[in-house]
């Protein structure tokens, strides 16, 4: 389901991600690694936000660097920082990602605003929420679409107690059919998804890597 092989990506002169290589099949995988070494550039390559400059990534079967639109519908990525537009309204965003994966807002996805208790914030605008508002926001968002792909960088930061159990109940059970991949260093959180570890390290073209989590 995710695919990726020798991905490359420098800042300036600076490498920041070399020969890193992994296929994954549906379960839930929890990226580790040191601060700075990379994760979140790798989910940001893997999403297509941040272009890598070299290397293979196929999501779902559709290569992200020759059917970019294809890869994209099929993949979902919430960033650990909201780079969303202060002016825009919770609703507004949740339309806009669903017009940009050319699909309504499921009814499931209606159930998670429901139960991060978003309902009443969807008409504030993104730069007046708390930031654990917009995370909860990015999390509900990324299940529109029927993602076979999740790419999430630090899911579990910011949210509160009864937030972060909802999201644990809603990858525990998306982990069936699709992959899950996140950056974490809540090793608690990952545990509770029962997410299998990568360690960042191990992505390596050397050392082939196939894993299945289900
Ligand atoms: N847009 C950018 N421009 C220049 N350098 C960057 C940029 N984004 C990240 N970096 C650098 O790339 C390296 C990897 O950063 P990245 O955020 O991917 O690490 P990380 O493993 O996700 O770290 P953390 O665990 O702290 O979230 C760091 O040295 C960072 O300073």
Redesign the pocket.
């Known amino acids: 389901m995710l695919r990726f092989e020798n991905v490359s990506k420098s800042?300036?002169s600076?490498p920041?991600l070399q020969g890193r290589t992994g296929h994954f099949a549906a379960g839930a995988y929890a990226l580790r690694?040191?601060?700075?070494?990379?994760?979140?550039?790798?989910l940001r390559a893997l999403a297509g936000v941040?272009e890598a400059d070299g290397g293979d990534i196929v999501i779902d079967g559709h290569a992200l660097g020759a059917q970019p639109a294809a890869a994209k519908s099929r993949l979902s990525y919430a960033p650990?920082e909201c780079p969303v537009y202060p002016f825009v309204t919770g609703r507004e965003l949740l339309a806009f990602v669903a017009w940009a994966k050319r699909c309504a807002i499921p009814d499931k996805v209606t159930h998670i605003v429901e139960r991060f208790g978003l309902a009443r914030h969807l008409d504030t605008r993104c730069g007046a929420m708390s930031l654990g508002t917009q995370k909860k926001l990015m999390l509900a968002a990324a299940w529109i679409g029927e993602p076979a792909v999740l790419l999430l960088?630090?899911p579990s930061n910011g949210l509160d107690a009864d937030a972060r159990a909802v999201l644990i109940d809603l990858l525990a059970a998306q982990r069936e059919s699709s992959v899950v991949f996140m950056?974490t260093?809540d090793k608690a959180f990952a545990d509770a998804i029962g997410a299998a570890v990568v360690e960042?390290e191990t992505l390596t073209d050397r050392e082939h890597v196939v894993h299945s989590a289900v």
């Open positions: 800042y300036g600076r920041v690694g040191p601060n700075g070494i990379g994760k979140s550039t790798l941040d650990d960088d630090e950056s260093h960042f």
